[in-house]
């Protein structure tokens, strides 16, 4: 089965946290690396890979002392990014538990959290759950990056997620559209 296969009957297992019909597209994956000052970055964690569009990308720019490890909820999804890339460690798991997860891998801090999750269609308690661990790994100056689909703004939930990235980061911008993603989608870059 392809990978756009897997990532379609993830979609349709759990349409709460697999908010996408297709893997990410490479240009929105660029979009989400060439932000970062990877000779500078030594912890790195993803929060949701899918079937590994981002962590393929991660692992061909990060810096080579770089600890990296993902975190993927669903099992099929966690099983095929495991497969694709057998160096990174895939920890099935909720992204509400990476404090726990950090201390088993050994990480104190995070310098940087690229994010593959579906903020828009989380519940306001699921967003702020996740945000909230987060907290406990990123430093202040510490980076995150996760991606939106311009609709995804037109939703409640969407907008409600917008106010809390400029609520709890110093900085957050936006990058160009990567109009080769299907849908078209946007990276939100924000600084602790």
Known sequence: M?????????FLRNTGQVGAIAPSSPQLAQLMVDWFDWNEIRSVV???TGTGVFTGKIESVRHPEANFFAIEMDPELARITSERFPDVTVCNDCVTNVKALCEQAKVDTVDAILCGLP???FPDVL????LDAMF???PPGGKFATFAYWQGLLLPAGQRFKRKLKERFSEVHFSPTAWKNLPPAFVYRCVR
């Open 46 to 48: 993803e929060y949701g």
């Open 136 to 138: 406990d790994v990123l």
């Open 127 to 130: 967003q702020d759950e996740c």
């Open 2 to 10: 392809s990978n756009t296969a897997h990532f379609i009957k993830a």
């Open 119 to 121: 903020w828009a269609s």
